[in-house]
């Protein structure tokens, strides 16, 4: 969970989770959305991937990365339970 809170915090690695909402996408189409070298992009693609939020596939010359929703859906769960109960009484 920590690792996932880290990499969310970041602007630029939200912004790629946005982008990605759309479908999975390659390095390059992500870098165009940017005003980043390569290789910070690749850095924020790395977080995000040790984070598990996104998932890397390889095709011939091509990477392509998408969300990894079930990571997601464990979060809004953590968040949700620290919500508790309306009303302030435990369960």
């Known amino acids: 969970m920590s690792e996932t809170l880290k990499a969310i915090s970041d602007p630029v690695r939200r912004e790629i989770l ?7 996408k390659t390095a390059g189409e992500i870098s165009s959305s940017f005003n980043l ?3 910070t992009v690749s850095y924020h693609l790395s977080n995000l991937k040790k984070a598990n939020l996104i998932t890397e596939t390889k095709k011939k ?3 392509f990365y998408e969300l990894n ?4 859906e464990d979060v809004l769960v ?6 508790g109960n309306k009303n302030g009484k435990e369960k």
């Open 61 to 63: 010359n091509f990477i």
């Open 78 to 83: 953590w968040i949700y339970k620290l919500g």
């Open 69 to 72: 929703s079930s990571v997601f």
């Open 18 to 24: 946005e982008l990605l909402k759309d479908g999975r």
């Open 37 to 39: 070298t390569g290789a």
